[in-house]
């Protein structure tokens, strides 16, 4: 597994290092308003990829798992097909609404459309633990994006738009080259047994994920309605760059949990799977918790790095905020919901999200018009934190996960031993906003990773060791 994760790490890291590039040009590039349509627009793409694809990806990662010669492949890409056919009409209905403009929203559904064949195609990659192709693959999707979006932004200077439609053509682009790799022969054709079967377990599990999708809508939409464009960009800029980190770390585990926990579950061997469930949740913990805190106490200069001027002195407030949040989001999709997909009980998860839904649009509702953006931060982190509780519990009545405390317990004190030395790190002042950010980072990695060695988290002591005595 140690050696899948860090292939998914590679993917996530390069693609990441695209992400933040992309944050750090146009938040220099374009105003919080013109940022701002970006934000809102892929929200909006975001949501109809799920609404409309979800229930094929994740059949495809489900069943494709399970047995290694089952093809479903032409199966799922006519009921895309049909899909993509109808999708206009949906998004009109949308635009009429809403009220929402019809320039970015046509541009968002070209992404919704991108992102749920990207998937599409990363989820057979997953399936069948197709590492190489899955890292190529994302890697290339972002470099293309990030070049096209250059060219749209200062070329032709169409502001917000043209990000969108720079990400649109980054997946499109990607599909040409991989897609023929994804479909090669033998193919099974369509066939109505499988598309029932694909119905029959999508459509509940998209049913019940579309609380999580509107949840992660709602945020940007309500700080749009209430504070403006300008307040969506800022909000947006930051949080997208929170979720660049943490989404690359929590994805290169989960990534690796899924396939694997499935097969071990079919196979009808509870141990494993319970040994499996154990060492992904420490090592997802591992990866993402450092990340929170080192995050947390940089916030200032990470912002000073990466964002425009426009946007630095909000994001200084909001980031220690938004990457508790994320890190709470990151155990309930990389994890949590590993239970329910074993045990197909769609509804839970469901049940989970809608508690998610109501707890953050609450919050919102009654303190982002009186206390700002700080208050839409506060808001998602503790509909998050409250819904990995509430997600425990519900797990019992799927596939209990099992209790990991010692290996949660090590890793906490080695995060506590990391900050200390990370905040007095940050005390020596530098001119220079790069060298400043340095700094604290790497005191942060070094002495985390000696602690992480010391506890023998993950066992990483023991393999290095034996790695050591073989060499």
């Known amino acids: 597994m140690l050696r899948q994760v860090s292939s998914y790490m590679t993917a996530n890291v390069v693609s990441a290092v695209f992400g933040f590039a992309l944050v750090m040009f146009f938040t220099r590039v374009l105003t919080p308003e013109q940022y701002g349509i970006y934000v809102v627009g892929m929200g909006i793409a975001t949501l109809f990829s799920f609404l409309l694809f979800f229930w094929i990806k994740t059949s495809l990662l489900r069943f494709s798992s399970e047995a290694e010669d089952f093809d479903m492949r032409v199966t799922a890409l006519v009921a895309f097909a049909v899909i993509v056919l109808l999708s206009p009409v949906l998004f009109e209905v949308f635009i009429l609404v809403t009220g929402e403009r019809f320039d970015y929203v046509t541009a968002a559904l070209c992404v919704a459309i991108g992102v749920g064949l990207f998937e599409f195609l990363q989820e057979l990659f997953r399936a069948h ?17 990030f070049g096209l979006s250059c060219v749209l932004v200062l070329g032709f200077d169409l502001g917000g738009e043209g990000l969108l439609l720079g990400v649109a053509g980054g997946y499109f682009l990607t599909l040409l080259i991989f897609m023929p790799k994804a479909c090669q022969r033998p193919l099974h054709g369509f066939d109505p047994a499988i598309l029932k079967k694909m119905l029959r377990f999508g459509l509940p599990m998209t049913v019940s994920g579309a609380a999580f999708s509107l949840h992660a809508f709602f945020d940007r939409i309500l700080v749009v309605s209430i504070l403006g464009e300008a307040a969506a960009g800022i909000y947006g800029a930051s949080a997208d760059f929170v979720r660049q980190i943490i989404l690359m770390l929590g994805v290169a585990v989960g990534s690796a949990i899924v396939p694997i926990a499935i097969r071990l579950y079919a196979s009808s061997d509870r141990e494993a799977t319970d040994r499996h469930m154990a060492t992904s949740l420490e090592l997802l913990i591992a990866l993402i918790l450092p990340a929170t805190v080192g995050m947390a106490l940089t916030a ?26 994320w890190l709470f989001r990151s155990i309930t999709y990389q994890y949590i919901h590993v239970s329910f997909q074993l045990a197909k009980k769609p509804s839970l998860m469901g049940l989970q999200g809608l508690f998610i839904l109501a707890v953050s649009v609450s919050c919102m509702l009654l303190f982002v018009p009186r206390f700002g953006l700080l208050a839409a931060a506060y808001s998602l982190a503790v509909s998050e934190v409250c819904g990995v509780v509430f997600g425990f519990v519900l797990s019992r009545y799927a596939y209990p996960l099992p209790v990991v405390i010692w290996p949660c317990l090590k890793i906490f004190l080695a995060t506590a031993i990391m900050a200390v030395p990370t905040y007095l790190s940050l005390k020596i002042e530098c001119e220079n906003n790069f060298l400043a950010l340095l700094v604290p980072v790497l005191t942060g990695a070094t002495v985390y990773t000696l602690a992480v060695l010391t506890f023998d988290v993950a066992g990483l002591r023991r393999i290095v060791v034996k790695r050591m005595q073989a060499a």
Request: without cysteine.
């Open 129 to 145: 633990q197709k590492t190489g192709l899955f890292a190529s693959s994302m890697i290339l999707r972002s470099a293309i994006a």
């Open 300 to 325: 200032e200069r990470l912002a000073a790095f990466v964002l425009g001027e426009d946007f630095r002195d909000v994001a200084t407030l909001l980031i220690p905020v938004l990457v508790f949040a």
